[in-house]
């Protein structure tokens, strides 16, 4: 069977993109990520559960503690706060992570390459977080060139992104339509429980759902 690495931060997103790629029959090996994002305890657990859910061939955990050290985004530096979502959508939000995706996806290549796998799926997209660089297409693109360059002739490794020219409500409906335990995904950039409701990621969440007509599962605070 073949193999594809999945990034699971066992948020929303990741979480139905490598449900996706088990329909595509891939065998599912999971890569978790750390970086001290003040969600990085819920999150472990949502992609752990997760995996299990999948049969996942394994699920390795990596932490990137330079991450948390670089700071400047809000959701490494402790003198950074997580804003509401204000509807401005202008600029780049202090939830970036400088260059994160690039990181994530220089791991997963590792990881690739050295398992055998023969794709990396990535649920980055561009429309709802048009202010990260790291999720636009043509990030998406040039990585794929450093792929193909930086692995051995005989490595053929694809980088699937099937949901960077979709939104959070397309993918709830593709999700639903595969069983996608949403119950035990999680979004919010505060709190490990309950959601909080207001930031960023849970607004799009929130409205994602009721666009689908449907209830999200877990608890919100507010």
């Not at 804003?83 to 996806?105: C, E, M, Q, S, W």
């Not at 390459?113 to 999720?135: H, K, N, R, T, W």
């Not at 020219?165 to 999700?175: A, P, Q």
Request: net charge negative.
């Amino acid at each position: 069977m073949r193999k594809a690495v999945c990034l699971l931060s066992g948020g929303m997103d990741s979480t139905t993109l490598a449900y996706v790629a088990r329909d595509m029959g891939y065998a599912i090996c999971g890569l978790h990520m750390s970086y001290g994002q003040l969600t990085e305890i819920k999150e472990r657990e949502c992609a752990r559960i997760i995996a299990e859910k999948l049969g996942a061939v394994e699920l390795m955990e990596i932490t990137l503690e330079h991450l948390l050290r670089f700071g400047k985004s809000s959701l490494t530096d402790r003198s950074l706060s997580v804003g509401d979502h204000d509807g401005n959508g202008k600029g780049i939000p202090n939830t970036y992570v400088p260059f994160r995706n690039a990181n994530l996806l220089s791991i997963a290549t590792s990881y690739a390459e050295s398992s055998g796998a023969e794709a990396i799926f990535i649920g980055v997209q561009a429309s709802d977080y048009a202010g990260y660089p790291d999720c636009r297409p043509e990030f998406v693109e040039a990585f794929q060139q450093v792929i193909d360059t930086g692995t051995a002739d005989n490595t053929h490794i694809r980088l699937m992104s099937p949901f960077v020219h979709l939104n959070k409500t397309d993918i709830i409906r593709r999700g639903l339509a595969l069983g996608v335990p949403y119950e035990d995904t999680w979004s919010c950039y505060r709190s490990n429980a309950p959601a909080c409701g207001r930031c960023d990621s849970c607004h799009y969440r929130l409205q994602a759902f009721r666009e689908a007509g449907v209830p999200d599962p877990i608890e919100y605070g507010d």
